[in-house]
Structures are given as C-alpha cells and as structure tokens.
C-alpha cells in the first residue's frame, strides 16, 4: 500500500461531500419525520383513551383508523431515510476504502447511491401520502362535529 498524496485525499474528499450532503439533508427529513409521528402516536393514544372513557363520538373511529394507517406510513417513510442514510453512509467507507487499497468498486458506490436515492424517493412519497391522509383526518374531524 503506497501512501496517499495530497491530490488524491482531495479527490477523495471531493467524492464524499456528495453523500455526505445528502446523509445531512436526509438527517433534517428524518427530524421532521420524527416530530410527525410523535405528534400522531400522541394524538392517536388521546383518541383511543375518549374511546376507552366513552366519550367517544360517531367519527372516533374512523378517526382512530386514519391516525393509525398515519402512524404506519410515517413509520415507513421513517425506515426508508434511516435505509437512505445507511446506503449513503457505506458509500462514504467504500469511498475510502478504494482509495486506501486501490481497488476498483466504481459500480458497487453507483449501485450504493441508486440505492439510497431510492429510499429518499421512498420515504418522501410516504411523507406525501401521510400529507394527505392528516387532510384527510381534518375533514373527518370537520364532518363528524
């Protein structure tokens, strides 16, 4: 194993801002993600508790389907950004590891980064449909009161 040169830590570290960039950005989604299924979870246990307590009125239980098919898809797209950020995540080592060991693996980081891309594609449809689904939920709440 020869020793690295200052051009080539470059390159390195070039190729590596990319998925990097993208473990951040994917980092922030999953924060937002995160919050929304807190706040679903929380309101979905207030729904089964008016349930439980009988105070419950005609739309709790479709309510109470909505924030549970919710809790689910948000769960999901959960996953897939936590799968995003893994991928981008073994694209950076695998970056490294062929510029320390010299090995060509050009195809596995294009595949890792397809990857990934794919589970941001993923997760950000089920971010849409759990947009959708809380719309949704509002107009049940809106009709049943």
Same mark, same amino acid.
């Given at each position: 194993?020869?020793?690295?040169?200052?051009?080539?830590?470059?390159? =390195?570290?070039? $190729?590596?801002?990319?998925? %990097?960039?993208?473990?951040?950005?994917?980092? +922030?989604?999953? *924060?937002? #993600?995160?919050?929304?299924?807190?706040?679903?979870?929380?309101?979905?246990?207030?729904?089964?508790?008016?349930?439980?307590?009988?105070?419950?009125?005609?739309?709790?239980?479709?309510?109470?389907?909505?924030?549970?098919?919710?809790?689910?898809? =948000?769960?999901? $797209?959960?996953?897939?950004? %936590?799968?995003?950020?893994?991928?981008?995540? +073994?694209?950076? *080592?695998? #970056?490294?590891?062929?510029?320390?060991?010299?090995?060509?693996?050009?195809?596995?980081?294009?595949?890792?980064?397809?990857?990934?891309?794919?589970?941001?594609?993923?997760?950000?449809?089920?971010?849409?449909?759990?947009?959708?689904?809380?719309?949704?939920?509002?107009?049940?709440?809106?009709?049943?009161?």
């Amino acid at each position: 194993m020869e020793p690295m040169t200052l051009e080539s830590l470059i390159k =390195v570290l070039q $190729a590596s801002i990319s998925p %990097v960039a993208l473990i951040s950005g994917v980092g +922030l989604l999953l *924060l937002s #993600l995160t919050n929304r299924f807190g706040r679903v979870t929380d309101r979905l246990r207030e729904l089964v508790g008016e349930r439980r307590a009988g105070h419950a009125n005609a739309g709790t239980a479709k309510q109470i389907e909505i924030f549970h098919r919710r809790a689910r898809i =948000v769960r999901s $797209a959960i996953s897939a950004s %936590v799968g995003c950020m893994f991928m981008a995540s +073994l694209m950076v *080592l695998l #970056l490294f590891g062929m510029a320390l060991f010299h090995f060509p693996a050009h195809l596995i980081v294009l595949m890792f980064f397809a990857i990934s891309i794919c589970f941001l594609v993923t997760s950000l449809t089920f971010f849409l449909l759990d947009m959708r689904l809380s719309l949704d939920a509002i107009e049940e709440d809106l009709v049943s009161k």
